[in-house]
């Protein structure tokens, strides 16, 4: 009798990993969506600014930082039922929440490396998106 269950264990086992191996997981990933970053240049650089400009990282800049990533998020999915574009937006609103609580103290490097990380998922690459605070225009 435990012969038999062992036999039917490994059986379905067996069943289970070839219909697991041939299950395409491409289908179930969200279809990725590049915006036109030309359409988002304000935004995206405004938060460029605060983020990678080498003044002090006081209160004001952090609630200034947070509310137009937060912007950002919202606009993004405004008019789409996108999933891929609702779960850059949550990583957009994940990133205002880490920028608001961030000390003044604390390296920003995550923010930065995290920011474009998610800018380059979200945009087409521009020659004017900063990647360190030397490419920072003045507003």
Not at 15 to 28: E, G, I, P, Y
Not at 45 to 58: G, T
């Amino acid at each position: 009798m435990t012969r038999f269950f062992l036999c039917a264990l490994a059986a379905i086992t067996a069943l289970v990993a070839t219909v697991a191996c041939n299950t395409d997981v491409s289908q179930l990933a969200p279809k990725p969506v590049t915006l036109n970053a030309d359409d988002y240049r304000q935004e995206i650089a405004d938060i460029d600014r605060l983020l990678f400009s080498p003044k002090a990282y006081d209160e004001s800049r952090r609630e200034k930082l947070a509310s137009n990533l937060e912007a950002l998020a919202s606009r993004i999915t405004a008019g789409s039922d996108s999933r891929f574009l609702r779960m850059e937006a949550s990583e957009i609103r994940t990133l205002a929440s880490l920028a608001k609580h961030t000390s003044a103290s604390a390296p920003r490097d995550s923010l930065e490396n995290n920011w474009m990380r998610i800018r380059n998922n979200l945009f087409e690459d521009r020659y004017w998106m900063a990647r360190r605070a030397a490419d920072v225009e003045s507003p």
